[in-house]
């Protein structure tokens, strides 16, 4: 059974940086039938995909076009984790996030999200 | 792509049939459309994929259906723990979306 842990700090100050772990359990990181996500949820802008890393022979990040500019998701292979960051926040960015696996059903295209993190809620203010 | 949900609400009882529409702005490309269920306080749950496959564990009673640019979700017999809002993405196309999300409440 697959489990996504998340963790990290719940308020961020406006400019500051947000970082958020996923730590996994019953599948791996560097998984060749997966590839590892950040979503998130606000009532403004529903669900968000961000962005997300995946190794196949070598490692891969796609972003959203919106937050390439200030996103960085890295694997952590000695923990089985992967990470978030989100530079240069503001109240807009205050919202759920979530990590999930993102299953390799089928090869070349995208696939569906089937197991999710437990959401951390994230607000950007001083 | 953006996709539209309708409707937004709807009021049902237990044991009735529903079907919940996900429409997109353009063709999503190779049915690569997934369902997920929604509950207060928690993550959301594959429910279907690829327009019409159940994900491990769903109840028969969740079935997929569609193409090109208008998908459906039935819920044959609404059980009480259905009750909960209910998402469309398409993963066919890059970048991958949402829709906004239908809510079943019970009538």
Redesign the interface.
Known sequence: QVQLQQSGPGLVEPSQTLSLTCAISGDTVSSYNAAWNWIRQSPSRGLEWLGRTYYRSQWHNDYAASMRSRITINPDTSKNQFSLQLNSVTPEDTAMYYCAREIAILRGVLNPFDYWGQGTLVTVSS | IVLTQSPGTLSLSPGERVTLSCRASQSV??S?L?W?QQKPGQ????LI??ASSR??GIPDRFSGSGSGTDFTLTISRLEPEDFAVY?C?Q??N????????TKLEIK
């Open positions: 490309t190779s690569l997934a997920y993550a959301p749950r594959l994929y690829g994900a491990t998402y993405e993963y066919g890059s970048p991958r979306s949402f829709g906004q999300g």
